[in-house]
C-alpha cells in the first residue's frame, strides 16, 4: 500500500458502521476497496500494492496445499457486542474457516450487508502495509476480544513474523484483549503454527 488510510470516527449510536462503510466505500469509487471498522473508527484503507496481495496470496495456497480446503481471502466479517450492536467490520488478508459457510451463517451475511459472522474463523492472517499499527494494535486487540484462535501477522515494518495464540480478554473493554502466545521469527525464517496448520515459509516477503 502507498497511502496512509482515512480514517472516521463513529458515534454508536447514530450511525450504523455499515452504513458508514458503504459510504466509504461509494466515495472511494471506482477504487476497488472495502473499508474496516475497528475500535469505533471507519478506516478507508490504502490500496494494496502487488508485493502486498501477491504475498498474502502465497501463505493462503501454502494452507490448500496442506489440505486445508476452507483457506481463503477477501471475505469481510463482523463482531457484534453482547447487545447486538457492531463492534467491528474486518477484511482478513487471509484466513482458514471453521466451517463452509451454512445457510445461518449466508442469513447473517444478508442481514448486515455483506459481512459474516467471526466464530466462522479459525485462523486469521494479516500482512502489514504502510498503516502497520492498525495490523499490530486494533486488530490485534479486536481479533483477540473475538476469540479467534490464531492471528498470523506478518510485519514488514519490522521485518519478522508472528503466530499469535491463547486469545485472552481479561474484563469487558475489548481494547483491552491480547494474545498470551506469541511465537515470533524474522521474515525468510519459516514460522511454526499449531496443528493441524503447516509451518509458513516467509521468504516471500523478504525484499529482493
Known amino acids: 500500500m502507498s497511502a496512509e488510510p482515512i480514517v472516521e470516527p463513529v458515534m454508536r449510536q447514530q450511525v450504523d458502521p455499515i452504513d458508514l462503510l458503504i459510504a466509504f ?10 473499508a474496516e471498522y475497528i475500535e469505533g473508527t471507519g478506516i478507508l ?7 502486498h496481495n501477491a504475498g498474502a496470496f502465497k501463505l493462503a495456497v501454502q494452507f490448500f496445499t496442506t489440505g486445508l480446503d476452507l483457506a481463503g481471502m477477501g471475505n469481510g466479517y463482523r463482531i457484534a457486542s ?7 467490520l474486518l477484511v482478513p488478508d487471509f484466513y482458514v474457516l471453521h466451517r463452509e459457510p451454512t445457510e445461518l ?3 447473517y451475511r444478508r442481514a448486515h450487508r455483506g459481512w459474516y459472522p467471526i466464530d466462522m474463523i479459525a485462523l486469521v492472517g494479516e ?3 504502510t498503516n502497520h499499527e492498525t495490523d499490530t494494535g486494533p486488530k490485534f486487540r479486536t481479533y483477540a476480544a473475538a ?3 490464531v492471528y498470523v501477522l506478518i510485519d514488514r515494518h519490522s521485518k519478522t513474523a508472528h503466530c499469535y495464540t491463547d486469545p485472552v480478554l481479561p474484563g469487558e473493554d475489548p481494547t483491552e484483549a491480547y494474545y ?5 521469527v524474522d521474515l525468510g525464517t519459516p514460522l511454526p503454527l499449531p496443528a493441524p496448520y503447516p509451518t509458513l515459509d516467509t521468504a516471500p516477503f ?3
Open 147 to 149: 476469540g479467534v484462535p
Open 180 to 184: 498470551d502466545t506469541d511465537t515470533k
Open 127 to 129: 500482512v502489514t502495509s
Open 105 to 107: 451463517d449466508e442469513s
Open 25 to 34: 466505500e461509494k466515495a472511494a469509487s471506482p477504487m476497488p476497496i472495502r
Open 82 to 88: 453482547e447487545d447486538g450492536r457492531t463492534m467491528a
Open 45 to 51: 484503507p490504502p490500496q494494496p500494492n502487488h508485493k
Open 206 to 208: 523478504l525484499e529482493n
